[in-house]
């Protein structure tokens, strides 16, 4: 699962079908220590709704949980107009009750069926990978965790934990087009290649966040002859600002496993006596490693925590500024 950090001490709600994919994100968080109130709409469309919403009630009951219901009771059924319906339901719990996160089931197999559909349509890169892991928006992030996973994953994970789960029979019907992509293109695909499809989508993302114009890579917020501050906006434009500051200003050359170690490390690490790190404020920092023999005045430890200082650089400024 990705994105754990940001749904920590958080307040979650999932939108829930009581399907596969909702269903395995609701019990795997909560087997993490991580709970999430549940918001569920009926469409109206299926007898078996009733029951998906039945189930839903009483799982929140057992888990101790919030539940939002809302019923679609449009005469027509119209897929965007039932789309909207649900976000809008969503969007007014979150400004309502306050949540931080809306959390969706989407795995791999959906991200690559969007993907086709979006391709089949002349779409560019950013419409192409659309589907991400993280959305924010205004008051609230959307986060997928199983956006790298396939679904196989998680019918495993249900049966294999006796976890109660339904079926929508209606996505299996060829009569709508983005079932016909996931039966016989994605799915297909993501069982025979698997692994190079998930490497693919993991480059995308990163050639797309490069094309992030945003960005400036001389365009400091702060910066002296050994110290540097720059604003974390994306991984990949933060990492070649980083290697162009090691490279002119440190004389350090670093490699690409280094690069990569970067990103997985969430920007927090040493290297060569440099010190790389962020602070709660997506600000990276960048300077020499100092292990201090000084005992900061307690002032100063509370001056460095009230402005977020990460503590692998308070010895650099203690020593350089105070």
């Not at 079932?179 to 993501?190: A, C, D, E, G, T």
């Not at 002296?224 to 906006?233: P, T």
Request: glycine share 2%.
């Amino acid at each position: 699962m990705l994105y754990l950090s940001h749904l920590e001490n958080k307040k979650n709600l999932i939108a829930f079908s009581n399907g596969v994919d909702s269903t395995a994100l609701f019990w795997k968080l909560l087997s993490l220590n991580i709970k999430c109130d549940i918001a569920i709409v009926d469409y109206g469309q299926r007898e078996q709704s009733k029951l998906e919403v039945k189930n839903a009630y009483k799982i929140a009951v057992e888990c101790n949980v919030k539940i939002y219901h809302s019923v679609y009771d449009k005469t027509d059924f119209n897929e965007k107009q039932a789309r909207d319906f649900r976000y809008e339901f969503f969007e007014n719990i979150i400004k309502e009750e306050g949540y931080d996160n809306l959390l969706m089931g989407h795995h791999l197999n959906d991200r690559l069926e969007w993907f086709f559909m979006q391709l089949t349509k002349g779409a560019g890169l950013p419409e192409l990978l659309s589907l991400q892991g993280i959305n924010k928006k205004d008051n609230y992030t959307i986060i997928r965790p199983f956006i790298n996973t396939p679904k196989q994953d998680l019918l495993e994970y249900l049966n294999d934990n006796d976890i109660t789960y339904f079926v929508d029979e209606t996505n299996l019907q060829d009569i709508y087009t983005r079932n016909k992509f996931r039966k016989y293109y994605s799915n297909p695909l993501i069982e025979s290649h698997l692994d190079g499809i998930k490497n693919s989508f993991k480059y995308l993302d990163r050639d797309n966040q490069s094309l992030d114009t945003s960005v400036i890579l001389n365009d400091f917020l702060y910066k002296m002859d050994s110290y540097y501050c720059i604003k974390h906006n994306n991984d990949v434009s933060s990492v070649r600002l980083i290697d162009n500051i090691l490279k002119n200003k440190f004389g350090l050359l670093v490699t690409k496993d280094f690069r990569e170690y970067l990103i997985e490390d969430q920007f927090n690490t040493v290297v060569n006596n440099i010190a790389i790190t962020i602070d709660s404020n997506n600000i990276i920092h960048i300077a020499p490693y100092v292990i201090s023999k000084d005992t900061m005045p307690k002032f100063i430890k509370e001056k460095f925590r009230v402005e977020k200082i990460p503590p692998k650089i308070r010895p650099f400024l203690f020593n350089n500024f105070y």
